[in-house]
Nanobody
């Protein structure tokens, strides 16, 4: 199982970014996928999740109304559109799936929100 995240970078408060995650090594269209983040000195936290068919989505309260998770099963891709970014959104953002009774994480992409 492999995830490769991209799209992170430096953005000013109030700005937007779209993160991408390409998956391989498991039957992607059959599994829910998650975006997590880990900020400096903080524990890893769940940001958003999406069901295998994309119909069910759930968000952390801290990002609800600002972030949107989506997926394209034809491309084995999952996305995280982030609007109205805040300094506290600064973190490494990672993809996650539980497959074959094991946890699988990507390497992550750094998002820094700063003026």
């Amino acid at each position: 199982v492999q995830f490769v995240e991209s799209g992170g970078g430096l953005v000013e408060p109030g700005g937007s970014l779209t993160l991408s995650c390409v998956a391989s090594g498991f039957p992607f269209s059959g599994y829910g996928v998650f975006w997590y983040r880990q900020g400096p000195g903080k524990e890893r936290e769940l940001v958003a999740e999406i069901s295998s068919d994309g119909r069910y989505r759930k968000y952390a309260d801290s990002v609800k109304g600002r972030f949107t998770i989506s997926r394209d099963n034809s491309k084995n891709m999952v996305y995280l559109r982030m609007n109205s970014l805040k300094v506290e959104d600064t973190a490494v953002y990672l993809c996650y799936v539980r497959y074959n009774v094991s946890d699988h994480w990507g390497q992550g992409t750094q998002v820094t929100v700063s003026s």
